[in-house]
């Protein structure tokens, strides 16, 4: 069974602060990784992509693989209450043929509370 | 520009009814998805369309059919509904190869009696 574990949270930081989830995964085929932002009662969106170990920044979030270590992480610099909501980390899924045709393995989600 | 859309948004049925969700996606997206969300369990795949005229089962397959009617609707159905399909059920496109992300509709909140 392939499976993705993220930290089980739920994760309180104070506005301002920075925010780190992270996200671990069995199935070593994957090769791409997704954090999907999901606030309460709304559909999953996408936040970052990352495939390529290191780190990949946008904005105010930076995505970490290490590929070695199968551990993703998301960080959040100057955390907003907007950005409380549940994150989703997401691996591809390949069939054994090797091609995933975008399917995703998700994990639980890690609920993020930033209080003011 | 729509993205994925998904009809109905609610719907309460009965054990033993059958109902079909409806998907939709303007994007001209090649894959699509159906996945269930359950608290605490993240998402899970119930089917999924690679391409237009080929579906596959997922990771929670039974109790579903699903009919890939062209390149842009994706159905899913519940022949006989169980409580146990108590969800909200999401539908997702993509263009389908391994880096492609998907994108989401708003979901459908379904209760099973």
């Known amino acids: 069974q392939k499976e993705v574990e993220q930290n089980s949270g739920p994760l309180s930081v104070p506005e301002g602060a920075i925010a780190s989830l992270n996200c671990t995964y069995s199935?070593?085929?994957?090769?791409?990784f997704f954090w999907y932002r999901q606030y309460s009662g709304k559909s999953p969106e996408l936040i970052m992509f990352?495939?390529?170990?290191g780190d990949k920044e946008d904005g105010r979030f930076t995505a970490q693989l290490n590929k070695a270590s199968q551990y993703v992480s998301l960080l959040i610099r100057d955390s907003q209450p907007s950005d409380s909501a549940t994150y989703l980390c997401a691996a591809n899924s390949a069939n054994a043929g090797g091609t995933s045709y975008g399917k995703l393995t998700f994990g639980q989600g890690t609920i993020l509370t930033v209080h003011p | 520009n729509a993205g994925v859309t998904q009809t109905p948004k609610f719907q309460v049925l009965k054990t033993g009814q059958s109902m079909t969700l409806q998907c939709a996606q303007d994007m001209n997206h090649n894959s699509m998805y159906w996945y269930r969300q359950d608290p605490g369990m993240g998402l899970r795949l119930i089917y999924y369309?690679?391409?237009?005229?080929?579906?596959d089962k997922g990771e929670v397959p039974n109790g579903y059919n699903v009919s890939r009617l062209n390149k842009r609707e994706f159905s899913l159905r519940l022949e006989s509904a169980a409580p146990s399909q108590t969800s909200v059920y999401f539908c997702?496109?993509?263009?389908?190869?391994?880096?492609?992300?998907?994108?989401f509709g708003q979901g459908t909140r379904l209760t099973v009696v």
């Open positions: 199935d070593r085929g994957s090769q791409s």
């Open positions: 997702a496109s993509s263009r389908g190869w391994d880096a492609a992300e998907a994108f």
């Open positions: 990352i495939y390529s170990n």
């Open positions: 369309s690679a391409s237009e005229g080929t579906t």
